[in-house]
């Protein structure tokens, strides 16, 4: 079972931050948390991931919470491309990731 | 990033048949590669983990004789449907994630859409 929980959904406008929360409560010091995003009929996408401290890419940025129990992603500048199911996974390294429902991104105009 | 691809994107077959679905690792060698189906509006289910060289591991639930896992080098898996039924229809999704652990980055496939007569 997914050991993550994430709202079922969220609303953004486009060009405004998105701030996606998940609380992962059970988290080990070994852990890393990962985030992926699926649009329909595709496979799903790498976004970010990390362990202990915040990281930054070209897509988002992970902010972690010091006690690691939740984290946020966070999209800088939402646009229509990004609506998506979004999916906040932790796992130990090497090992499958396990999906659950995810929150379903909706970016409006 | 690292691209992977599955053969074929879709797959319309009679009930009864076989049917074998391909997942590469187009620019990096994966040591181990997992399958996955998803229904209509849910998430991901994890079928099975796949390691070069030996068997696979089933999750609970997966019946190992009708899905047939063949990973026989470092930059191919193979998903093989046997008698496939109508409720096996479903949306089949591989990773695969490279050799160095520590990167700890799985790399997915667009998918295979499965539809069973």
């Known amino acids: 079972d997914a050991k993550t929980t994430q709202p079922n959904s969220m609303e953004s406008n486009e060009e405004e931050p998105v701030h996606l929360p998940c609380n992962h409560s059970t988290i080990s010091g070994t852990d890393y948390i990962h985030w992926y995003r699926q649009l329909p009929s595709q496979g799903p996408e790498y976004v970010i991931h990390g362990l202990t401290s915040n990281v930054n890419n070209r897509m988002a940025s992970l902010a972690i919470a010091e006690d690691r129990k939740s984290s946020t992603l966070i999209l800088h500048r939402a646009t229509l491309r990004d609506a998506a199911v979004y999916y906040c996974i932790q796992n130990q390294a090497g090992t499958a990731l396990i999906f659950g429902k995810g929150t379903t991104l909706s970016v409006s105009s | 990033g690292a691209v992977v691809s599955q053969h074929p994107s879709w797959v319309i077959c009679k009930s009864g048949t076989s049917v074998k679905i391909e997942c590469r690792s187009l620019d990096f060698q994966a040591t181990t590669m997992f399958w996955y189906r998803q229904f209509p509006k849910q998430s991901l289910m994890l079928m099975a983990t796949?390691?070069?060289?030996?068997?696979?591991?089933?999750e609970q639930g997966v019946e190992k004789d009708k899905f047939l896992i063949n990973h026989a080098s470092l930059t191919l898996s193979t998903l093989t449907v046997t008698s496939a039924h109508p409720e096996d229809s479903s949306f089949y999704i591989c990773s695969a994630q490279m050799g160095v652990v520590d990167s700890n980055e799985q790399f997915f496939g667009p998918g295979t859409r499965l539809t069973v007569l």
């Open positions: 796949s390691n070069e060289g030996s068997k696979a591991t089933y």
